[in-house]
């Protein structure tokens, strides 16, 4: 069997194979949809299909939506081009269970993938048509965090962004001013109220959406190309919402193991395609069990009635304490010291260093014995409770290929609010003092360590991809093993990384101290992992 609109109306076949349907009549929700947009959501990776799709599927399979999510991929073209469109823009989602189960479902709640190409001109034309539709409720988007930056290190605008300020709204290319540009469409059409929904994995992520549009904006108003009225739609309330939200799916890359899988079943071309920009996708999609979505309830025209898949809808002040919880205590905390020490001990899988008494000591003590000292309790979830889902089943989960080089992943930009906040709480409390700390501290230093790119056999290994790498490495260019001096403390001073002086709240030395004794010979992070943590 092959994914396709045909071979799925052969259901009797894929319910053999364990493969469960869609509920709805998909050809009737994609001529809904034509007619009448509700939703479209830029960047068609993993998590979305995985997570965001299958979320509105069950309100197709109950009844309680009758049309679908417009796809639009706005940066890597061949997502579509490979596994959309070749497949009817159908995804089989396949859910692994830490006990080696695997519920897979053909997701077909995307009715249109569109590549946000000028060249491309009737997927441009079509996604201007949507735009104009005042049946459009939402635009979403998962475009990641670097997908709303506007600027480089130096505060100075990036080619692309510059580009497309010069030229104004008929030709965008960055996906922010592409956003701009079509939403100048919607305020020409009728001024119809609309509301952007980032559900990227980053803080204060529907600001960022907010301050992209308008900076792009405020740049064309003084080139003559929009007028002044625009801008005051954009900051409307009334016309144009950007709420917060906070989204938890760990989504790796297409599995091997799966793929195999969904062979032996029967089912053919599940093939990984690698893009030239480097997008790891494929028909299916692998995902962990859990998920969390939590989305401030501020829409302009409407919404999907999403509380009925399980997305839980608040106010603002409560999806900034989810964020907070799970970003700086119960989840990203863990995940980094994993990925540091992960790359130096020689793992591949986070859920094999999770078997690693050593490493899970490690993680407990930073989330149990330190963060929930300081965790900001949302109320809604229970952050102990979290905390054991995350290191119980979802860490330990043998079947999620993530990696802690894949984690690693601008761990600069990561250190002040993983480890920061917490360290700033301590320092606010009477109760609490920073230089009790110990696994965080620990943490720190195992970044500080992993950035030599040695490992600890004495290997050289290539560390994950960091806007500040090269910074960061040259302030300990030719440190070696069994060196005691070095520039370390230009890096553990750095205010703009950490978000504190960690000297001036008395964690700097020992910080240093951690750092060359991890750095002390061959097997001196696993010595010193014990001597802290074991």
Not at 81 to 96: C, E, G, I
Not at 234 to 246: G, R
Not at 458 to 481: C, K, M, R, W, Y
């Amino acid at each position: 069997m092959v994914l396709s609109n045909n071979a799925i109306k052969n259901r009797d076949t894929w319910k053999d194979m364990g493969v469960k349907l869609p509920e709805f009549d998909i050809d009737q929700v994609r001529e809904n949809t034509r007619e009448r947009p509700q939703w479209v959501h830029f960047g068609a990776g993993n998590i979305f299909r995985a997570f965001i799709a299958n979320a509105h599927q069950k309100l197709l399979d109950r009844k309680k939506a009758d049309t679908g999510i417009v796809a639009v991929e706005s940066f890597d073209y061949e997502i579509i081009d490979r596994v959309y469109k070749p497949y009817d823009n159908l995804t089989l989602l396949v859910l692994m269970h830490a006990n080696g189960d695997f519920d897979k479902t053909i997701i077909g709640s995307i009715t249109e993938a569109i590549a946000a190409d000028r060249n491309r001109t009737d997927d441009f034309n079509r996604l201007v048509e949507i735009f104009e539709k005042p049946s459009l409720q939402m635009a979403s988007f998962t475009i990641t965090e670097k997908g709303y930056s506007l600027t480089d290190a130096d505060g100075n605008y990036i080619k692309a962004v510059q580009r497309d300020i010069e030229k104004g709204p008929d030709d965008p290319v960055h996906t922010m001013s592409l956003v701009t540009a079509l939403v100048y469409h919607r305020y020409k059409k009728g001024q119809y109220p609309i509301t952007f929904v980032s559900m990227d994995n980053c803080a204060n992520n529907g600001d960022r959406i907010k301050e992209g549009v308008l900076t792009i904006a405020k740049e064309w108003l003084k080139r003559g190309f929009v007028d002044e009225g625009f801008i005051a739609y954009l900051q409307d309330e009334e016309k144009i919402t950007y709420p917060l939200t906070m989204i938890d799916k760990i989504t790796p890359r297409p599995s091997e193991t799966v793929k195999e899988t969904l062979s032996q079943k029967g089912i053919e071309g599940m093939d990984i395609v690698v893009t030239a920009r480097n997008s790891y996708v494929a028909p299916f999609v692998n995902a962990e069990v859990s998920e969390y979505l939590v989305i401030e309830d501020r829409f302009t025209n409407g919404r999907p009635p999403l509380e009925e898949a399980g997305v839980i809808f608040t106010d603002r002040e409560t999806v900034n304490k989810v964020e907070t919880m799970k970003v700086t205590t119960c989840l990203n905390p863990l995940h980094t010291a994993l990925a540091v020490s992960g790359c130096l001990l020689g793992y591949n899988l986070i859920a094999d260093e999770m078997k690693d008494p050593l490493l899970r000591k490690f993680v407990e003590k930073i989330g149990y014995d330190e963060g929930l000292k300081v965790v900001v309790d949302p109320g809604i979830i229970n952050p102990r409770e979290f905390l054991d889902e995350v290191i119980n089943e979802r860490f330990s989960n043998p079947f999620i290929p993530d990696t802690p080089q894949r984690i690693a992943t601008d761990t600069s930009q990561k250190v002040g609010i993983r480890f920061g906040e917490t360290i700033k709480a301590y320092a606010r409390r009477e109760d609490l003092n920073p230089a009790d700390l110990v696994a965080i501290p620990l943490a720190i230093a195992t970044w500080c360590r992993y950035l030599l790119g040695i490992d600890d056999k004495g290997n050289e290994f290539t560390i994950s991809p960091d806007p500040l790498a090269h910074i960061l490495q040259g302030i300990l260019q030719g440190v070696t093993l069994g060196d005691t001096t070095s520039n370390v403390r230009d890096i553990i001073s750095n205010k703009t990384i950490f978000g504190v002086d960690l000297y001036e709240v008395g964690l700097g030395e020992k910080i240093e101290k951690m750092f060359y004794e991890l750095l002390e010979s061959e097997g001196a992070v696993r010595r010193t992992l014990e001597k802290y943590i074991g």
